[in-house]
């Protein structure tokens, strides 16, 4: 039914009238929307380039890696069921070393057919082209990481391959949608593309220079049925088929860190984008419900007079509804500009941690759309109970001053040896306060929800503090890894690596093994650690050291949990390489990881497993100095057998610096918007309450008393309730904390729950803040109140 | 009918009785009242306050119904009527004039006879409807800027703009200075003598009952006496000592 112009009119000048509240309610909904609508938007930017990404570049379904196969491997793995498509190509580790850069470079060539053909796994060029000049020494480099360095197209690269430096001429740059997410190894949680170099090199080079003439390390393949039990069983069937060739490991998509990582931002933020905006709208709905009851009780008269004119109830209702669909639909518009501020915002974030072409802000009508009809649906929600209370009045009804409000005892009253000591001001205060019980019920849910935001959000910037110290502080000590290509004796670690003459050194063996409780299995690499480890110290949950037992494994919490065992249990624990014979494994401890699936065990015990005395394939060392730093760097690039060096210091920075970045502005983004919720609804509420009694104010001021004696009344009200709504939301902000941790408990990662007191004492004040400015704008009210003519008013 | 002097009758009232449920206790409003409102006349009710007058009114004007008894406005019984049927009837066949004017203080002049406009299937033109009530010049001021006097009339421009066969007034007087009175009860006598309108008024004002064709008096929710003025009394022959 349409609103007739007159009443169109007379709704705009009375929401004018309101301009104050309703623009902080209108605020309160933008938010609502804003977040809804970018975090959706987000979402299908970012699915929909991963999407078409790995669609155009046809990402493998899995990796199957061997020591080595004849190339026609790749025909009997394609005949397998459910294998839809196959490649055979060489995967190889490298060291690059950079002019200009001290460290070496841990890399991977992966090899690419010399003319380019549509493959599995493919790149997009970014800058140059592909192969094709007559010497085959060339690489198409891995575009970030060719960015990170200045590098592009005619620039030489110097790279080890198996047992000597090649120098290769980069003729492209590119990207691969198995490399959006670039963490070298040991890098953590944070994306550092300088130090992770992948190239693409011509597959003769590749089969030349790493003695795998005629041959493939690795095959890549596709499936008709990608559900992970079918992946599974199919890996198997291939696992079972290349058994011959040495299968060091096999992966499902799914479980490579680049798509998880991805996959799980992804479902992340789709629970996200369905979980906060409801709360602010909720809080919006709440509010507006609040301020429209007062207004429809303040035009009671006018809608007995309506009706009295002849207008329907269908028309009073349409009329009052109104107000939520023009407060709907500002903060829809409102929301779907700041919507789309944080969209673009938020996608320049991806950009920087996710290398995915094509991720670009886009504006999605049906987004839009459902962001305007939520907040609308929304606020209407919010009017609809004194809507329909204001329609049902019979003309005759409504044209009578209303019965006068609750004057009843509140239950305090009831309690006379407590009521008797009340100041009179308190008192006032408190009847208001039980008189209105939807009312301070909306204040004390409206700061209750704001306190708990801020909480949470400080908890979860701590949690990830907390992870960042206990991986890289209280679990490593070492400074540098140098990682080598196949084992080496334990004993002469110091040799191979150069690590003796500089510190203290520490061998490490890391297999990949399959883990099994029964029908429950998982493939995770198993670190080996030497008796006596000081470089690196699994933790209990309590932060104790582990010793590492001579017999058995310690398992991470995720991984025992995963497997359904405990300490005394007993697993199949099977090595992939050696001679991949199945032992019983004790489970002797459980220690607390954070980030990824560990597992331990004796490097002794390790060794032996694949047929080794003491053997390792890392070592952890405690450099003195910089100048020992670029010595080890001088040696090391010197060195094929290496094919790593990670440093400790570099990823902590690394974490800390990228995510401390994001973190700040997603603290400041959260903080500011409750607050602005805690001030609108602060607001709202303070202002309906104004109204309500300002025949009490205007007494109040005749009797003598200040503007701010007589604001003080008001303030106690809302520093009661949001005093109470702040309690509430601490609480809430550390039940909140808790269901986050349990959310985010992923393979990859784990978030700890971190109650920091000065978090809560932090989140209070700033809430205090907020709230304290919605009462300074009462103040004012309050002064500039025309006390006289509220008096001299009828009714 | 006797008492209309060859008037039709435009609406009957018949052993009509209102019950207010206050709480556990019934509190009789009306008790058995039989009325008829003729065609163009000017009836005024008076009575005490709590006599029964507002809801009297409230019964002729559709705004509420009857516990009891009938109203029946050409044939049909409004007592009985549905919810959409009675907004049609205030729609079209009445206009109400308010004690405290009831203006929608968010609406100029001309825009609060235009919300009775908008509505009603045979308007008059709002500017005229307040020309009628010489408030021409005033039709962009809001009711804050317009002294009692001036609000009331435009209540009447707005009780008038719909063109309805009766214009009923709760106390139309009963907020105004004597001065101001006078000139709003002249305007009433004038929309009767040259539109025709049928007049309803209330008041406990006894003083302006010679300006009615006939007068009814309530007393405790039933009608105690009605009245016929032989001749109607000018306005300015009023007593208002």
Not at chain 1, 30 to 58: E, H, K, T
Not at chain 1, 576 to 594: D, H, K, Q
Not at chain 1, 712 to 725: K, M, Q
Not at chain 2, 37 to 50: C, K, N, P, R, T
Request: hydrophobic share 45%; proline share 4%.
């Amino acid at each position: 039914m349409a609103l007739r112009f007159t009443l169109k009119k007379k709704l705009l000048r009375d929401l004018w009238g309101r301009k104050l509240a309703l623009s902080a309610l209108v605020v309160i909904v933008g938010i609502g929307v804003a977040c809804y609508v970018a975090m959706a938007s987000v979402y299908r930017d970012l699915d929909g380039a991963r999407a078409r990404y790995y669609r155009d570049r046809r990402l493998a379904d899995f990796a199957v890696d061997l020591k080595r196969a004849p190339a026609s491997v790749t025909e009997r793995v394609a005949a397998l069921p459910n294998v839809s498509g196959v490649r055979g190509r060489i995967d190889f580790a490298v060291l690059l070393d950079l002019p200009g850069v001290d460290e070496p470079i841990t890399g991977r060539a992966i090899s690419m057919p010399r003319r380019r053909a549509p493959v599995l796994n493919d790149v997009v060029l970014v800058r140059g082209g592909w192969f094709g000049g007559r010497d085959d020494r060339e690489a198409i480099l891995n575009e970030s990481f060719a960015a990170a360095h200045g590098l592009g197209p005619g620039d030489r690269i110097k790279v080890t391959l198996l047992d000597r430096q090649v120098d290769l001429l980069i003729v492209g740059t590119a990207l691969s949608p198995e490399f959006v997410y670039l963490i070298p190894a040991g890098g953590g949680l944070a994306p550092d593309p300088a130090r992770f170099g992948v190239l693409y090199c011509p597959e003769e080079l590749l089969e030349r220079s790493c003695d795998l003439e005629g041959a493939v390390n690795q095959i890549i393949g596709t499936v008709h049925d990608d559900e992970p039990t079918a992946i599974r069983n199919t890996l198997e069937l291939i696992g079972d088929e290349l058994d011959a060739w040495g299968v060091t490991n096999t992966v499902a998509a799914a479980d490579q860190p680049s798509v998880r990582f991805l996959a799980d931002e992804l479902a992340g933020l789709a629970v996200t984008s369905r979980t906060i905006p409801v709360v602010f709208l909720f809080v919006a709905a709440l509010v507006l419900n609040v301020l429209v009851s007062r207004l429809v009780r303040q035009q009671r008269t006018v809608i007995g007079t309506l009706k009295a004119l002849g207008y329907s109830s269908s028309q009073v209702t349409v009329h009052f509804l109104g107000y939520g669909v023009v407060v709907g639909f500002g903060g829809g518009v409102a929301g779907l500009a700041l919507g789309w501020w944080m969209q673009t915002g938020l996608v320049s974030v991806y950009r920087q941690f996710y290398a995915v072409p094509g991720i670009e802000a886009h504006v999605y009508p049906d987004i839009a759309a459902t962001g305007l009809a939520i907040s609308v649906g929304f606020a209407i929600l919010g009017t609809v109970k004194s809507v329909r209370h204001a329609a049902s009045l019979a003309p005759a009804e409504a044209m009578q001053p209303p019965p006068p409000e609750g004057g009843h005892r509140i239950l305090l009253e009831r309690m006379p040896w407590l009521w008797g000591r009340l100041s009179f001001r308190r008192r006032l205060v408190l009847r208001s306060i039980f008189r209105n019980p939807f009312r301070s019920g909306v204040s004390v849910f409206a700061s209750m929800v704001s306190t708990a935001l801020v909480v949470t959000t400080l908890n979860n910037a701590d949690a990830l503090d907390v992870i960042v110290r206990h991986e890289f502080e209280q679990v490593s000590h070492q400074d540098v890894t140098v990682v080598v290509r196949d084992p080496i004796d334990a004993a002469r670690a110091d040799e191979v690596t150069l690590l003796d003459a500089i510190g203290r050194i520490e061998p490490q063996l890391v297999i990949v093994c399959d883990v099994e409780n029964g029908a429950r299995r998982k493939r995770i690499g198993v670190t080996g650690l030497p008796s006596g480890n000081e470089l690196y110290t699994p933790l209990d949950d309590r932060g104790r050291r582990l010793v590492v037992p001579e017999e058995g494994l310690l398992l991470s919490r995720k991984l025992a949990d995963i497997l359904g065992v405990e300490v005394g249990d007993v697993v199949r624990l099977r090595p992939l390489i050696g001679r991949r014979e199945t032992v019983r494994a004790p489970i002797v401890g459980i220690a607390t990881i954070y980030l990824g699936l560990g597992a331990y065990a004796d490097l002794g015990y390790l060794s032996r497993l694949v047929g080794e005395e003491r053997v390792a394939n890392s070592v952890l060392g405690v450099v003195a100095g910089r100048r020992a730093t670029a010595e080890l760097y001088r040696g090391v690039k010197e060195r094929p057998a290496v094919i790593g060096v990670g440093e400790r210091r570099r990823a902590l920075d690394q974490i800390q610096q990228t995510f401390g970045e994001v973190m700040g502005t997603f603290i400041g983004v959260t903080v500011l918007f409750a607050g602005l919720i805690a001030f609108g609804a602060v607001l709202n509420t303070a202002l309906v309450s104004l109204s309500e009694r300002e025949r009490e104010v205007a007494t109040l001021r005749v009797l003598g008393y200040h503007p701010g004696q007589v604001s003080r009344i008001f303030s106690a009200e809302s520093v009661a309730l949001n005093g109470v709504g702040i309690g509430f939301g601490l609480l809430a902000g550390v039940g909140l904390t808790h269901l986050l941790s349990l959310a985010y408990d992923t393979e990859l990662y784990r978030f700890p729950v971190v109650i920091a007191p000065e978090n809560l004492a932090l989140a209070s004040a700033l809430m205090a803040a907020f709230i304290a400015a919605a009462q300074l704008v009462i103040y004012q009210l309050i002064r500039a109140l025309e006390w006289l003519a509220v008096l001299q008013a009828r009714g | 009918m006797s008492e209309g002097a060859e008037r039709p009758v435009l609406l009957s009232i018949r052993d009509a009785s209102r019950v207010y449920r206050m709480g556990e206790v019934d509190v009789p409003a009306l008790r058995a009242v039989t009325l008829d409102v003729f065609e163009g006349e000017i009836l005024v009710i008076v009575g005490a306050s709590g006599s029964g007058k507002s809801t009297l009114l409230n019964l002729i004007g559709g705004m509420d119904r009857p516990t009891a008894g009938a109203v029946v406005f050409r044939g049909e019984d409004l007592a009985v009527a549905t919810d959409r049927r009675l907004t049609l009837f205030r729609r079209r066949e009445v206009g109400f004039v308010f004690q405290l004017f009831n203006l929608i203080p968010s609406l100029t002049a001309l825009e609060n006879v235009r919300v009775a406009i908008e509505i009603a299937d045979d308007p008059l033109d709002p500017r005229e409807a307040l020309q009628l009530v010489d408030l021409g010049d005033r039709a962009d001021h809001f009711p804050s800027q317009l002294s009692g006097g001036q609000q009331q009339r435009v209540a009447i421009a707005r009780a008038l703009a719909s063109n309805p066969r009766m214009v009923l007034c709760d106390e139309p007087t009963g907020a105004l200075d004597s001065a101001t009175t006078r000139s709003v009860l002249e305007l009433l006598l004038r929309l009767n003598g040259e539109l025709g309108k049928t007049i309803v008024v209330i008041t406990h004002e006894r003083h302006i009952t010679p300006i009615a064709d006939r007068v009814v008096i309530l007393h405790d929710g039933t009608v105690a006496s009605i009245t016929r003025n032989e001749e109607r009394a000018a306005v300015a022959d009023l007593d208002w000592t």
